[in-house]
């Protein structure tokens, strides 16, 4: 059974960091692209970044020199290092996994999904 887990979320300050996990399962973790979306409250879901054999992957654009991605295949794991955090970063940030072991364009592309952590930035 494909099994993804988000973990890390919580409360921050403004220009604080956090570092979220996704711990995947029930798969071979290094033949997937493993991406990070997130969904602020009254907004749609939306892509954040994505990894694959061939690098990151970024779907919006104000997280660029803030938030990076990486993967550890020995314990079948990808993080999303945020830092220089905002309010407008709050938000559930979902992990999953793409239907190929490239990043996909779309949401659509993904076929399975973790349940979600929330991070909450305070101003």
């Known amino acids: 059974e494909v099994q993804l887990v988000e973990s890390g979320g919580g409360l921050v300050q403004t220009g604080g960091s956090l570092r979220l996990s996704c711990a995947a399962s029930?798969?071979?973790?290094?033949?997937?692209?493993i991406g990070w979306f997130r969904q602020a409250p009254g907004k749609e879901r939306e892509g954040v970044l994505c990894?694959?054999?061939?690098?990151?992957?970024y779907y919006v654009h104000s997280i660029k020199g803030r938030f990076t991605i990486s993967s550890d295949n020995a314990k079948n794991t990808v993080y999303l290092q945020m830092n220089s955090l905002k309010p407008e970063d709050t938000a559930v940030y979902y992990c999953?996994?793409?239907?190929?072991?490239?990043?996909?364009?779309?949401?659509?592309?993904?076929?399975?999904w973790g349940k979600g952590t929330l991070v909450t930035v305070s101003s």
């Open positions: 999953a996994r793409a239907a190929t072991t490239g990043c996909p364009h779309f949401e659509r592309g993904m076929d399975y």
């Open positions: 990894i694959s054999r061939d690098g990151p992957t």
């Open positions: 029930g798969f071979t973790f290094a033949d997937y692209a």
